[in-house]
């Protein structure tokens, strides 16, 4: 643990990407192991940001037609930087990051709260209220699938980063290898 820390730290140094980190005593090392690979992965995304094939003309096809919201456990400043630089917060009317709740998925509570969201936002743009058989959860994980599917939510796992077989374990209602090959009209057909 020693040398890995140091050697973030001496990274982050090297590059010159941050002018201070955080003070030893004000932080324990696992507070400033994670502040330097937020650092590390902001000056990577910098240079490009790493989507899956797809994914930006599959949520511009769906935000035409649905109310769309981003759960995430990442940090807030990094989802919003992200979807800005993509051209993409536009997209979504709620985003929930690892600040908006207190237990990580599998646990269900990031997924009610974008519901909840989710529904409050289409309320106040005059749409009737959502039910949770009208909501889907997209999530290439299976803590995530489980997450959607304690919060009572239709799942379609999405094999970027785990395979189909995983995926269908962890409880996903649909699979797609390719989420571009997805549409509005096959959501609807597949799950409402």
Not at 12 to 41: F, S, W
Request: proline content about 5%; aromatic content about 8%.
């Amino acid at each position: 643990p020693g040398s890995f820390k140091r050697a973030a730290l001496v990274t982050l140094h090297d590059l010159h990407m941050v002018k201070k980190l955080p003070p030893q005593g004000k932080y324990n090392d696992a507070q400033r192991i994670a502040y330097t690979g937020v650092i590390l992965l902001g000056y990577m995304i910098d240079k490009e940001i790493p989507l899956f094939d797809g994914v930006e003309n599959f949520i511009r096809k769906m935000e035409k037609e649905f109310a769309l919201g981003m759960v995430s456990m990442g940090r807030r400043e990094e989802i919003e930087y992200v979807l800005e630089r993509i051209g993409l917060r536009d997209c979504f009317s709620s985003i929930v990051s690892a600040e908006d709740v207190t237990i990580c998925k599998p646990d269900p509570e990031c997924y009610l709260t974008g519901f909840n969201e989710v529904d409050a936002a289409r309320t106040r743009a005059g749409h009737h209220p959502i039910t949770h058989g009208e909501c889907l959860v997209i999530e290439d994980a299976p803590p995530g699938i489980a997450a959607g599917n304690r919060a009572g939510l239709k799942t379609l796992g999405v094999t970027n980063t785990v395979s189909e077989k995983v995926l269908r374990e962890a409880g996903a209602d649909a699979i797609a290898k390719n989420i571009d090959d997805w549409f509005p009209d096959s959501i609807r057909r597949v799950f409402v």
